[in-house]
């Protein structure tokens, strides 16, 4: 079959004259990309595996690195602060009632151990596999099935609003600057990391505890979830506890705006 010039009529291209083809030129423009995309990426892997999820790995165990960290430096500050409330005791020029003073607002504050009894909630994510266990309700999302960040906090304000004296989430205690946060499937709380099943402790009237659980619309709603999608709940009278007294920085950080230069 002929070209298409020749289909045309143009006849041949002169004798001792190559014609220009665009194709060719196209087909090394190609190979040319190609190379530099194989130099880029040889140049970018350096002898490693840029496919893997290594860099994802590493962020996550940095997390668990600092988390670790910041364990450890709260237990340092903790016997820090001991000794420097050992230390206050001794002879300062304060009155017994000035004592007396400072240690309610040192319980109040909740950097003191609290001693009494106590009731946890234990808050965790549902089977993977789990389905519908009633009629007229759809398939679990993902999001159906792991703990939230509004559970957990529903549960703290209950306590709260039941008169706690004292919460504890896990192993820290909580001050009135806690914030009870969630990011993915992980807490994170006070620079440190948690995954479930999560443990609240409150230490009061554990009778008016448990009534502000149920009185509460948010966990009535988490509730639901539990009965038809298998979420853990799970409540439980302590007895006699000792929570932890706060351990790290009572300092209050905040954000400056940025002053502008003319």
């Given at each position: 079959m002929s070209n298409s010039a020749d289909s045309h009529g143009t006849g041949p291209s002169p004798a001792g004259k190559r014609r220009f083809r665009p194709v060719r030129v196209l087909t090394a423009a190609v190979f040319a990309l190609a190379g530099l995309i194989f130099f880029t990426s040889f140049n970018t892997a350096k002898g490693t595996?840029?496919?893997?999820?290594?860099?994802?790995?590493?962020?996550?165990?940095l997390i668990e690195e600092r988390s670790h960290k910041n364990a450890s430096l709260d237990e340092s500050n903790g016997v820090l602060r001991?000794?420097?409330?050992?230390?206050?005791g001794r002879e300062d020029g304060s009155t017994a009632a000035?004592?007396?003073?400072?240690?309610?607002?040192?319980?109040?504050a909740g950097t003191q151990k609290l001693k009494g009894d106590a009731l946890t909630v234990t808050l965790n994510d549902?089977?993977?596999?789990?389905?519908?266990?009633?009629?007229?309700?759809?398939?679990?999302?993902?999001?159906?099935?792991v703990i939230h960040q509004q559970d957990l906090q529903a549960v703290v304000n209950a306590m709260w609003?039941?008169?706690?004296?004292?919460?504890?989430?896990?192993?820290?205690?909580?001050?009135?600057?806690s914030a009870v946060r969630c990011v993915g499937n992980t807490l994170i709380l006070q620079g440190r990391v948690y995954s479930p099943p999560y443990k609240i402790t409150a230490i009061g009237d554990t009778g008016k505890l448990k009534d502000a659980l149920a009185a509460s619309p948010a966990i009535q709603n988490y509730m639901v979830y539990v009965n038809v999608y298998g979420l853990?709940?799970?409540?439980?009278?302590?007895?006699t506890v000792t929570l932890p007294g706060y351990s790290g920085t009572v300092d209050?950080?905040?954000?400056?705006?940025?002053?502008?230069?003319?």
């Open positions: 595996d840029i496919r893997t999820d290594a860099s994802l790995l590493k962020l996550s165990d001991d000794d420097v409330d050992s230390l206050a000035e004592d007396a003073k400072l240690a309610a607002l040192e319980k109040n549902a089977p993977p596999n789990a389905t519908a266990k009633l009629p007229g309700y759809p398939e679990p999302q993902p999001d159906y099935l609003e039941a008169g706690a004296e004292g919460i504890k989430v896990m192993d820290q205690r909580l001050i009135s600057t853990g709940w799970k409540v439980e009278e302590d007895g209050l950080h905040y954000a400056k705006p940025v002053e502008q230069r003319e």
